[in-house]
């Protein structure tokens, strides 16, 4: 007699499929995790050591960026000069 493996809840296969898939909540944790634990890693180098660690192309990770990793992102962007720098406000002269 073969022995049958337990039904599994929703919430656990939620948890399975969780942990086997990458969505924007883990890929997030991750990336947090990887700039808390080193502390000369930026967010950018993260995300490239991310995925070169787990095999995943650059380009397909847009998706998975939150929006308060994206500010991150943004402010470690504007820190190394990769973006242009815009003055929020204008003040004229009268």
Do not use: W
């Given at each position: 007699?073969?022995?049958k493996?337990?039904?599994?809840?929703?919430?656990?296969?939620?948890?399975?499929?969780?942990?086997?898939?990458?969505?924007?909540?883990?890929?997030?944790?991750?990336?947090?995790?990887?700039?808390?634990?080193?502390?000369?890693?930026?967010?950018?180098?993260?995300?490239?050591?991310?995925?070169?660690?787990?095999?995943?192309?650059?380009?397909?990770?847009?998706?998975?960026?939150?929006?308060?990793?994206?500010?991150?992102?943004?402010?470690?962007?504007?820190?190394?000069n990769?973006?242009?720098?815009?003055?929020?406000?204008?003040?004229?002269?009268?």
């Open positions: 007699m073969s022995k493996k337990p039904v599994k809840t929703k919430t656990e296969m939620r948890a399975l499929l969780k942990k086997k898939f990458l969505c924007q909540d883990k890929f997030s944790n991750d990336i947090e995790n990887l700039v808390s634990s080193n502390a000369s890693m930026n967010y950018i180098e993260a995300i490239c050591h991310y995925c070169d660690e787990n095999n995943i192309e650059i380009e397909s990770v847009s998706k998975l960026i939150s929006k308060p990793l994206k500010e991150k992102l943004r402010g470690t962007a504007s820190e190394l990769y973006l242009k720098r815009t003055s929020k406000a204008k003040f004229f002269s009268i």
